[in-house]
């Protein structure tokens, strides 16, 4: 896996990598915060285990030529943002924040990943993965800055009210607003860049799609064009235009066939976004095709989508649930 790591238990792996570092240590309040040197390991990477450590939240940094570093690759921060985290002990998720170049787009695409409490612990599982989309404008890190999304899946999966997943949210730069080139978007979303996650990490063939605003529509196409691989999509606050009622008529046997689930849900100070989801819903109920709708009290806005995310969340743990 690139970057640091809970290993097992009790271990962590720390990583970073520095061209032109002759040195890198790494140091933390395990260490008493003094700097522990690294292995350098070839290309300019370095690594080092420590293991034997406590349960609880470990506060780390990188001691460079330049300089005490942030991890680049672990997006977890302690409660005063001045240093990288990990938890030991299966309370908190890990947040991996990776940057790829994209062939299908011609382009470098960011994207934040969540591993689930217990991911390290459980070293032979592998996790459904739900593919959480942002506004057309939003970045990779919008979900964790805004609403605290890490913050949510790691009380409902400790807790047990939903079963761990892998959630991954891709950047601005994987979304097309433009209606013509979105089948080259499409295929990176659902091909390339769950292929590159699951290169890294232990996933199941089970996929769903959610999407606030813009990012709804890109669910809504994952759903429509290839239910087999994303049974479970929930599309939040978005006007649904003709083109995909369209393609919910020429995708309804295959719709059928997956055991499709969608879900559609908005605000209640639009009422035009009210009657054009009511009216997809109905579209699709007449197809046969299960979609169920919620109309919560608010703007469209990010105070609702926060209010939002357990029940989107407990509609894909239900979708993953009957096919695990």
């Known amino acids: 896996m690139i970057g640091s790591h809970v290993a097992s238990t009790h271990s962590v792996r720390f990583r970073f990598h520095h061209d032109h570092a002759a040195n890198i240590a790494v140091a933390g309040d395990f260490s008493g915060w003094q700097p522990l040197e690294m292995k350098p390991v070839g290309g300019g990477d370095f ?5 034997a450590l406590p349960e609880g939240d470990i506060q780390y940094k990188f001691l460079t030529p330049t300089g005490w570093a942030y991890d680049p690759h672990n997006y977890r921060r302690s409660p005063d943002g001045m240093n990288s985290t990990v938890n030991l002990g299966g309370a908190r998720g890990e947040l991996h924040y990776r940057r790829l170049h994209s062939p299908i787009l011609a382009a470098d695409v960011d994207y934040l990943t969540y591993l689930p409490p217990c991911y390290a612990m459980e070293g032979a599982r592998a996790y459904p993965v739900l593919l959480l989309m942002g506004n057309l404008l939003e970045e990779s890190t919008d979900w964790v800055d805004r609403v605290q999304m890490h913050e949510h899946l790691d009380e409902l999966m400790h807790s047990g009210a939903i079963q761990p997943m ?5 950047g601005r730069e994987c979304f097309s607003a433009n209606v013509e080139p979105w089948v080259a978007h499409l295929e990176f979303l659902t091909g390339e860049l769950l292929d590159h996650v699951g290169e890294e990490f232990r996933t199941l063939g089970l996929h769903g799609a959610e999407g606030i605003g813009h990012g709804g529509l890109w669910s809504l196409r994952a759903g429509l064009t290839a239910p087999a691989r994303f049974p479970s999509v929930s599309c939040l606050s978005a006007m649904i235009p003709q083109y995909l009622w369209t393609t919910a008529e020429k995708s309804a046997p295959a719709l059928l066939e997956a055991g499709a689930r969608l879900r559609l ?3 209640s100070a639009s009422d035009e976004l009210i009657r054009n ?3 997809f819903a109905d579209h699709l109920a007449r197809l046969g ?3 169920e709708l919620a109309v919560n009290e608010g703007e469209n806005d990010w105070d609702l989508w926060a209010r939002q995310l357990q029940f989107s969340l407990g ?3 239900f979708s993953f649930r009957k096919r695990w």
């Open 47 to 51: 690594d080092l285990e420590v293991d």
């Open 277 to 279: 989801n009511q009216a």
């Open 265 to 267: 849900a908005c605000g």
């Open 315 to 317: 509609f894909h743990d």
């Open 166 to 170: 892998i959630v991954v949210m891709p």
């Open 289 to 291: 095709v299960s979609c």
